[in-house]
């Protein structure tokens, strides 16, 4: 399961899951279950260690409105996404899979 939440909202911590990492803000109440869904790229910014932080809005369903934050290695950006650049990746549809709790994202 990977959490959720509506923006506006805190980063406050971080779980790794492979190439697309979910970041968490403790509240039990707003989860992804396993599935996949239509989202939209919010935003994308670089890190300073390298990594790519994605703000992810799922487009429909149950979880619609919900913002995952993911953080991913450039190469796994450019790998699943077609580009490694911020500018580039925002506003694009995409499909987020979740996957024993583990997300992964394609270009929609």
Same mark, same amino acid.
């Given at each position: 399961?990977?959490?959720?939440?509506?923006?506006?909202?805190?980063?406050?911590?971080?779980?790794?899951?492979?190439?697309?990492?979910?970041?968490?803000?403790?509240?039990?109440?707003?989860?992804?279950?396993?599935?996949?869904?239509?989202?939209?790229?919010?935003?994308?910014?670089?890190?300073?260690?390298? $990594? &790519?932080?994605? +703000?992810?809005? %799922? =487009?429909?369903?149950?979880?619609?409105?919900?913002?995952? !934050?993911?953080?991913? *290695? /450039?190469?796994?950006?450019?790998? $699943? &996404?077609?580009? +490694?650049?911020? %500018? =580039?990746?925002?506003?694009?549809?995409?499909?987020?899979? !979740?996957?024993?709790? *583990? /997300?992964?994202?394609?270009?929609?």
């Amino acid at each position: 399961m990977v959490t959720a939440r509506r923006a506006p909202r805190a980063r406050t911590s971080r779980v790794t899951h492979g190439d697309f990492d979910a970041e968490q803000d403790g509240d039990p109440r707003a989860h992804v279950r396993d599935g996949v869904y239509d989202a939209f790229i919010l935003w994308v910014e670089s890190r300073d260690d390298g $990594a &790519l932080t994605f +703000d992810i809005t %799922i =487009t429909a369903g149950e979880h619609k409105g919900e913002v995952i !934050v993911l953080n991913a *290695r /450039p190469s796994s950006a450019r790998a $699943a &996404l077609g580009s +490694d650049d911020p %500018i =580039t990746l925002v506003g694009l549809p995409c499909t987020l899979r !979740v996957e024993h709790g *583990r /997300p992964t994202v394609a270009r929609g």
